[in-house]
């Protein structure tokens, strides 16, 4: 069974950074997605980022390029998310989640496997 554990959140102050961690396990490490997704109250949730193992092509909403960056360490099992220059917009419940069927989307309703999720503060 395919298990996702998010880590990492916090309170951080407009500017700052956090790196979010998602250790994953039971399934094969070697030929995946995962991608980080995150939720605002009243919002829908969406897509941050994603990467595919394992050849590390990363995919990015617009509103994060050249601020996040999404990365794997398979020695680790866990896929990161370093969040630079973090704005109050950022806040939000971030969640970590992989398809039954290894596609790079965006798009939530894509994936299958989700973690508990982790909250991220960003204040102004």
């Known amino acids: 069974e395919v298990q996702l554990v998010e880590s990492g959140g916090g309170l951080v102050q407009a500017g700052g950074s956090l790196r979010l961690s998602c250790a994953a396990s039971g399934f094969i490490f070697d030929s995946y997605v995962i991608g980080w997704f995150r939720q605002a109250p009243g919002k829908e949730r969406e897509g941050v980022a994603c990467?595919?193992?394992?050849?590390?092509?990363?995919d990015y909403v617009d509103s994060v390029k050249g601020r996040f960056t999404i990365s794997f360490d398979n020695s680790k099992n866990t896929v990161y998310l370093q969040m630079n220059s973090l704005k109050p917009d950022d806040t939000a419940v971030y969640f970590c989640?992989?398809?039954?069927?290894?596609?790079?989307?965006?798009?939530?309703?894509?994936?299958?496997?989700w973690g508990q999720g982790t909250q991220v503060t960003v204040s102004s």
């Open positions: 989640a992989a398809p039954w069927s290894p596609i790079a989307t965006l798009n939530p309703d894509e994936y299958d496997y």
């Open positions: 990467i595919t193992a394992p050849d590390g092509s990363t």
